[in-house]
C-alpha cells in the first residue's frame, strides 16, 4: 500500500509538486507568524521583568491593588532563599518601592523610587544597569549615592556629583526626606520611565521609611524560561504557605501588556488558521482531480476485489505522502532565513522611531525569529494532519464509486 501510494504520486509530477510547494509555502509562513511573534513576546516579558517586578513577584497581600509602604513582606531574606532553592530560577532581587517627590536646586517632580541591593543587582536582571550612559551604580546598599533616568536629570538640571533631595512617607504617615548624590544616569529609551524613576540603596530606604532591616515591599523572581511563570509561582505558593503573601506571575502583575500579547496571539493563530484553510485547499482539489481522473482504475481494483475501505485508504495515503514532501520542502525553503532571522534579524528602527514602547516596556527594533520545541512540533503536526484530512472527502468519493458505471468510463 505504501510503495503504491508513492508511484501514485507521481504519476503527475508537476500536479504534485505545485501542490507540494503550496504545502511549504504554508509552511514557511506558518514558521514566520510563530518565530516573530515567539521572540517578540518572550523579548518584552523578559524586558518588562527587568523593570522592577521580575516574572514573578512576591508581595503583601492587597499590595498589587492598592501599593502602600505599609504593605510589606516581613522575612524578605527567607522568600529570596526559598525562590533562589527553585531550579527554574535564576535570581531574586529583595526591592522596596513606592512615590516620592524629587527636587534639586532647579525644580521638583513627582516620581517612583525602587530600592535594591546592588550585590543582587547585575544588568540581566536590572534594565537600568544596562541602560547606564554616565557613571555607575552605587556599591553600598545604604550609602547616599543614586541613580535616575535621563528625563529627570533634564528636568532637574542634575549632573554627576550634583545633589537630590527625595521626599516620601515613612510606614507611620510621616513626611520624610533624604539628600543624595547622583551616581549614574540611565536611558531606557521610554520616556516615561526615563522621567520618573530613581533607584536608591535599599537600607537607606528603609532607614527612612521607617521598615525593619528584613522588611521588603517586594521580592522579584527571574527564572531561565517566562512560559513557566504559573508552575514557579505554584511552587513558591506551596513554599510560602505559612506566610501571609501574595505570589503574581507577569500576566497578573502587568494586565496592560499581558492583554495586549494575547491579543496579538489570537491574531497571529486566526493568519495561520487562514494559511492551513488554502493548504487544505489545494491538496483537496489535487486529491478530487485524481479520483476523477482514475474513476476506470479505481473500478478494476473494485471489481477484482478491493474493499472499498482499502480504496478509502489508499487516497488518504496518497495525501498524506504529499502533506510530508510538502513538509520537507517547507523545512528546506524555510531554513536558511530562520537561520539569518535568529542569528541577524531585520532592523526596522527606521520606520519604529526612537523610545518606540508598548505597556511601557521598549520594544526590540530589530524583528528576529525563536522557536520554542513545542511551537515546531505544533506546526509540524498541523500541516501534517490538515495535508491528510484533506483526503478524507476524495477518499470517500473513491470508496464510494460502482464498479460497473467506472468499467464504463474510457
Known amino acids: 500500500m505504501v510503495k503504491l501510494t508513492w508511484r501514485n504520486l507521481w504519476r503527475r509530477k508537476r500536479r504534485t509538486m505545485i501542490t507540494a510547494m503550496t504545502v511549504a509555502g504554508g509552511l514557511y509562513f506558518s514558521i514566520a507568524f510563530t518565530a516573530t511573534g515567539d ?15 521580575g516574572h514573578i513577584t512576591v508581595e503583601a497581600d492587597g499590595y498589587n491593588a492598592s501599593p502602600s509602604v505599609n504593605k510589606r513582606v516581613t522575612d524578605s531574606k527567607k522568600v529570596r532563599d526559598l525562590a533562589l532553592s527553585i531550579s527554574a530560577v535564576y535570581q531574586a532581587s529583595i526591592r522596596v518601592t513606592g512615590q516620592a517627590m524629587f527636587a534639586s536646586a532647579a525644580k521638583s517632580v513627582g516620581g ?10 547585575t544588568a540581566k536582571t536590572n534594565i ?35 545633589k537630590l533631595v527625595y521626599t516620601t512617607t515613612d510606614i507611620h504617615g510621616e513626611m520624610v526626606s533624604e539628600v543624595a548624590r547622583v551616581s549614574g544616569i540611565f536611558n531606557t ?4 520611565v526615563d522621567s520618573t524613576i530613581v533607584i536608591l540603596p535599599v537600607d537607606r530606604v528603609r532607614n527612612l521609611i521607617a521598615y525593619e532591616p528584613d522588611e521588603a515591599t517586594m521580592i522579584s523572581v527571574f527564572i531561565h524560561d517566562q512560559r513557566k511563570a504559573n508552575d514557579v509561582a505554584s511552587t ?24 495586549m500579547i494575547s491579543m496579538d496571539r489570537r491574531m497571529n493563530y486566526m493568519s495561520q488558521f487562514l494559511v492551513g484553510i488554502l493548504i487544505s485547499a ?24 478491493m474493499s472499498p475501505w482499502r480504496l478509502f485508504t489508499l487516497v488518504l495515503f496518497e495525501s498524506f505522502w504529499l502533506g510530508l514532501v510538502g513538509l520537507i520542502l517547507g523545512v528546506i525553503f524555510t531554513a536558511p532565513t530562520y537561520y539569518y532571522m535568529h542569528n541577524v534579524g531585520i532592523d526596522l528602527s527606521s520606520f519604529m522611531g526612537e523610545g518606540y514602547d508598548i505597556a511601557g516596556v521598549l520594544l526590540d527594533p530589530v524583528m528576529k525569529y525563536r522557536l520554542y520545541k513545542e511551537s515546531v512540533i505544533s506546526i509540524m503536526s498541523a500541516v501534517l494532519g490538515l495535508t491528510t484530512l484533506a483526503g478524507l472527502y476524495p477518499g470517500f468519493r473513491a470508496g464510494r464509486m460502482s464498479p460497473v458505471e467506472n468499467l464504463k468510463v474510457i
Not at 134 to 155: E, P
Not at 189 to 192: K, L, N
Request: charged share 20%; hydrophobic share 45%; glycine share 10%.
Open 236 to 259: 513558591l505558593k506551596t513554599k510560602l504557605s505559612d506566610m501571609p503573601s501574595e505570589i503574581l506571575a507577569w500576566h497578573e502583575t502587568q494586565p496592560d501588556m499581558a492583554g
Open 282 to 305: 489545494g491538496i483537496l482539489n489535487t486529491m478530487l482531480m485524481s479520483v476523477m481522473e482514475r474513476k476506470r482504475e479505481f473500478g478494476i481494483m473494485l471489481a477484482i476485489g
Open 189 to 192: 529609551g521610554v520616556s516615561e
Open 112 to 121: 517612583v523610587f525602587i530600592g535594591i541591593d546592588p550585590s543582587q543587582e
Open 39 to 53: 521572540y517578540a513576546y518572550t523579548n518584552m516579558i523578559n524586558a518588562s521583568a527587568t523593570m522592577g517586578l
Open 128 to 162: 537600568f544597569l544596562r541602560s547606564l550612559i554616565d557613571g555607575a551604580l552605587f556599591n553600598t546598599a545604604n550609602g547616599r549615592d543614586v541613580i535616575i533616568g535621563s528625563g529627570m536629570a533634564s528636568k532637574l538640571q542634575l549632573k554627576l556629583g550634583r
